[in-house]
């Protein structure tokens, strides 16, 4: 049973691990929570809660197969308080690994707010998951509440076809912390596409660092149909760091967007958070646009909205590096303009990538260190790679 809350008091210690192995667990009481709960009778009537630290939720695969969590066809479960199949309350150290999170494609079965809901969690890693199909309930993939602080690890994690046609939730969607003035989420080696009228990521924690990522952007296919709006949306600012990644843009319908990236954008004068700490970094990335409009009103796709008015420093800003493929060429110097490209950057043709929207023939920029220099790293994929070439490598 592990931390499923099954019973009136604790089944579990500090430092536990739990595994399970493949079956789809689609019934009511298949569903997993994790958090505080009681030792004793006496600590039930004194309201003297356990709160679980470093847990481990682990999948185990076996011949290529791993467990899938699946919302039922009917019914909604009460450990989970109807909110999700994966319910991370009160607690610190959390990690949920190597498990399929999906929805039903038929029947009534309720959820309310994701795949994977978050309220309370300390320092929780979500690691080589899928999460999958909750478009069909309105509901987002991952959802965290204002209540979590430290650091969020979103690693080696699909997210698709989530969102809904009436939200719009996302395939990702963090708050703030109301809390941790340096709440940080941070999405490494992730593949995040085909979200439903909302966004691929969307974060207004205090600080995001997105390295190592595909974000894929989908195409409405008939009239009316809403796909992902932003690629990354990061509405309230704060510190931002996107190294590394690969942005597709498509036309994803009327009602949308056509930036891949977004930020600060819902911030203006007067209503900025200039308590949390802000800097904007976007280096070493590869922006592709697959359609010159992305609605049947011909608004072009652009690769930025970056609110020009946020309250970064200049000497906090980086915006260096990029590779943009398929783009309009018309170029503004102004920091916030649809024609933006920042510093260092390069333009280049379909014909001069290769299926991995890499260049065919590699350009140094001006910042980064090169491959063989005493700062030069290459550890994983899914870290940074300090590299003086344009566009993201890996």
């Known amino acids: 049973m592990g931390p499923f809350r099954r019973a009136l008091f604790t089944q579990w210690k500090n430092g536990d691990v739990f595994e399970i192995y493949p079956a789809i667990y689609e019934g009511e009481d298949q569903q997993i929570y994790i958090g505080p709960n009681f030792d004793s009778e006496a600590d039930y009537s004194s309201k003297n809660a356990n709160v679980p630290k470093n847990i481990t939720v682990r999948g185990i695969t076996v011949n290529g197969v791993r467990p899938v969590i699946k919302l039922p066809a009917t019914g909604a479960s009460n450990a989970t308080l109807g909110q999700s199949l994966i319910y991370i309350d009160k607690s610190e150290g959390i990690t949920i690994e190597n498990l399929e999170v999906i929805s039903n494609d038929t029947g009534l079965g ?3 707010k994701a795949g994977i809901y978050i309220n309370g969690g300390k320092n929780v890693t979500l690691r080589n ?4 199909g909750f478009e069909n309930r309105s509901a987002n993939g991952i959802f965290g509440t204002s209540d979590n602080s430290g650091t969020m690890l979103i690693e080696g994690v699909e997210l698709s076809g989530n969102g809904g046609g009436n939200g719009p939730e996302h395939n990702i969607y963090i708050n703030y912390s109301k809390d941790d003035s340096k709440f940080t989420v941070k999405m490494l080696g992730s593949w995040s596409h085909d979200a439903r009228y909302g966004h ?7 600080v995001n660092i997105l390295e190592g990522n595909y974000f894929q952007g989908s195409r409405a296919t008939k009239p009316g149909e809403m796909r992902e709006s932003y690629l990354v949306d990061v509405p309230d600012g704060g510190v931002l760091t996107a190294r590394n990644n690969i942005f597709v843009k498509t036309a994803s319908g009327d009602n949308t967007n056509g930036a891949s990236l977004a930020y600060a954008a819902e911030g203006s004068i007067g209503r900025f958070d200039t308590t949390r700490p802000w800097a904007l970094t976007v280096e070493h990335n590869t922006f592709v646009a697959f359609t010159q409009y992305f609605d049947n009103q011909k608004h072009q796709v652009y690769p930025f909205l970056l609110n020009a008015i946020a309250p970064v420093k200049a000497e906090n800003i980086n915006v260096n590096g990029n590779l943009f493929v398929g783009y309009c060429r018309k170029k503004s110097s102004l920091y916030g303009s649809p024609g933006y490209f920042g510093e260092g ?3 280049a043709d379909f014909n001069a990538i290769d299926q991995s929207f890499r260049p065919r023939k590699p350009q140094p920029s001006k910042s980064g260190l090169a491959p063989g220099s005493l700062g030069y790293q290459h550890k ?3 870290v940074r790679r300090r590299t ?3 566009g993201a490598r890996d």
Do not use: D, E, T, V
């Open 388 to 390: 003086n070439a344009i």
């Open 200 to 206: 691929l990521f969307k974060s207004r924690a205090q």
């Open 129 to 132: 998951l899928r999460i999958h």
């Open 345 to 347: 950057y390069m333009m």
């Open 110 to 112: 309720r959820i309310g």
């Open 380 to 382: 994983q994929s899914n």
